[in-house]
């Protein structure tokens, strides 16, 4: 059975620094993109980030592009989001999804974590 298992949330200040994970298990990854997605409090989830299967493409929503970095290590298995200079803003349960059907930036992936909740504080 396919489990996405996210890691790594909690509460910062705004200004600090979080690393997610994302752990895949009971599948092949390392063929398919991957990506990063949020959904704030009371707010539809939205894309913030996606990477090919290689590692070699990268791509961002223009809210996050310059302080968030998303890498992979397929020997791992393992998706990160590394997000820097964090505001208030991106206060939002993150969820990594895996194998999308058609573009990257929709919410039609086949596989789901089951998010982590982000707080920045002010």
Do not use: H
């Not at 979080?18 to 398919?32: D, I, K, N, P, Q």
């Not at 939205?46 to 223009?62: K, L, Q």
């Not at 939002?92 to 919410?107: E, H, K, L």
């Amino acid at each position: 059975q396919v489990q996405l298992v996210e890691s790594g949330g909690g509460l910062v200040q705004a200004g600090g620094s979080l690393r997610l994970s994302c752990e895949a298990s009971g599948g092949t990854f390392s063929s398919v993109f991957m990506g990063w997605f949020r959904r704030p409090s009371g707010k539809d989830r939205v894309f913030v980030a996606a990477i090919s299967w290689s590692g070699g493409s990268t791509y961002y929503a223009d809210s996050v592009k310059g302080r968030f970095t998303i890498s992979r290590d397929n020997a791992k298995n393992t998706l990160y989001l590394q997000m820097n200079s964090l505001k208030p803003e991106d206060t939002a349960v993150y969820y990594c999804a895996a194998d999308p059907r058609g573009s990257y930036r929709s919410q039609n992936y086949k596989y789901w974590g089951q998010g982590t909740q982000i707080t920045v504080s002010s």
